[in-house]
């Protein structure tokens, strides 16, 4: 018997079947991974220009390194009167599994993102159906082929676990974070922010982005719980799946579908990955109800502002696709949703009474002081934006944008001082918020402005509102 399968266990993700079963080995390791803080994958595709590798179990110890399992049942019986042949074409990995096929694709992935080898790679058999001492009995071509101290047998206790994944690599020194190394392996869950800062999706947003498509269902989460990031990730990623799938994105305004297209091109680049870009389309409610195109998936962000009319017809197409609702809402459903807001939830709340427009004017030129122009955002009325155009000049001459969401990005700059209406705030990013006129605007999008900020939001008012108690009800219930 030619068990040459052992030294090319890692292949490119055709069967669905190569899947881990849910093992009591499995169960240990897993066990392992959380007693010790261990980050561990199971089941994950690496993708890497038009290449992909899958592989079954992932476990990361950032001072060690990476550590990969491959599952196998066959039993003594099975292995008895065998002997382990190497294939000719193959070479083995450190005297022990090859996998060099596997080191080589995800060193060769750090190396174009990282630019060096990252971290130590380690692999390993998970022998679920054989123990320690029945492969004490195999053929001497299996201790040379397979040594034990690579192999996790069913009576492997937790602790000769660990020991076996300590022994092969001392602690080492690294300047990377567990973010860095698995946003650089497992691009499907890098979050790219508008600086270009790359984070890890969290396990709720993994489990969206991993979560198969259904004809219709609902996200939803509070505004900054990363919902655009993850829908985003989840269409490169079916993308990867199935290139022939046909994509749109909507959002509300042309200035947002700008935004996030922006996001979609930073994060292909960082990704290194080759994808038809066109087949992703963002595009505003208007153009989606003009296109004679037939979507295989469409996702709607942002669905509290877009028209009444338009979620009516989306919900009619929800037969002949797959579609998926993104919805702002602070309270848990069931239905998907993001519970963890990445957005400072201890930010600084003021309610300011006062006349709002002189008071904004003496708030912006405290925050000037500190903090860059593109920090902070002021929204108001339409006739406001104007206004305080012409009144900064003094303060920052030619460094404030009055924004119009219909237009598109190219034509305002997103790194000036910001003035918006309620209606132009969709996808914005900035660090201090300061909102007037509260008590004539829509009350979501007044809700959904509150919680644009990473750091300070401001509400000025010069009488009470049914927005004003509405928002400070809700500010004293998440205080509560």
Known sequence: MNLSSFTSLFKKNKHKNLGLPESLLLKKL???????????????????????????????????????????????????????????????????????????FIKRKFNELLHNDGVP????????NLNQDQYKHLDVSFHELLPENKIMFNDSSTASILEKMMQDHEEISNNYKTSDIMSTLLIQYAIIDKNKNIHLASNEQ??????????????????????????????????????????????????????????????????IIEIDLTAIEIITPANYMNRSVRYDLTICDDSWACPDDFLTELNMVRNNNHVIMVENINTPSDTLHFSKNFKNEYKDIFFQEANPYAKSLQIISTLLLTSKPSDILVVGSNLDKVKLQDDLEFYIEGQATVLDAKRSLIDQSLDNLLLASYDDICSLDVNYVILMDICLADIKKVEYAFNLCRK???????????????????????QN
């Open 121 to 128: 790679i380690s692999n390993y058999l998970l022998m679920e």
């Open 456 to 478: 300070s939001v401001y509400v000025l008012y010069d009488k009470e509102s049914e927005n004003l108690e509405s928002i400070r009800k809700n500010f004293e219930s998440k």
């Open 206 to 271: 993994m489990k969206f982005i991993n979560s198969q498509l259904v004809s219709f269902e609902v996200l939803r989460g509070p505004t900054g719980s990363g919902k655009t990031s993850s829908i985003l990730l989840k269409a490169i990623l079916e993308k990867l799946k199935n290139p022939k799938l046909k994509i749109a994105i909507i959002k509300p305004t042309n200035l947002a579908c700008d935004i996030l297209k922006k996001q979609l091109l930073d994060t292909i680049e960082h990704a």
């Open 30 to 104: 897993k066990l392992l991974a959380r007693e010790n803080n261990f980050v561990i994958f199971e089941n994950i595709t690496i993708y890497h220009h038009t290449k992909n590798f899958f592989i079954p179990l992932l476990i990361l110890e950032k001072q060690r390194g990476i550590f990969l399992f491959e599952y196998k049942g066959w039993s003594y019986d099975d292995l008895k009167n065998a002997k382990a042949e190497k294939a000719s074409n193959q070479e083995s990995s450190n005297n022990t599994l090859a996998f060099e096929k596997s080191h080589e």
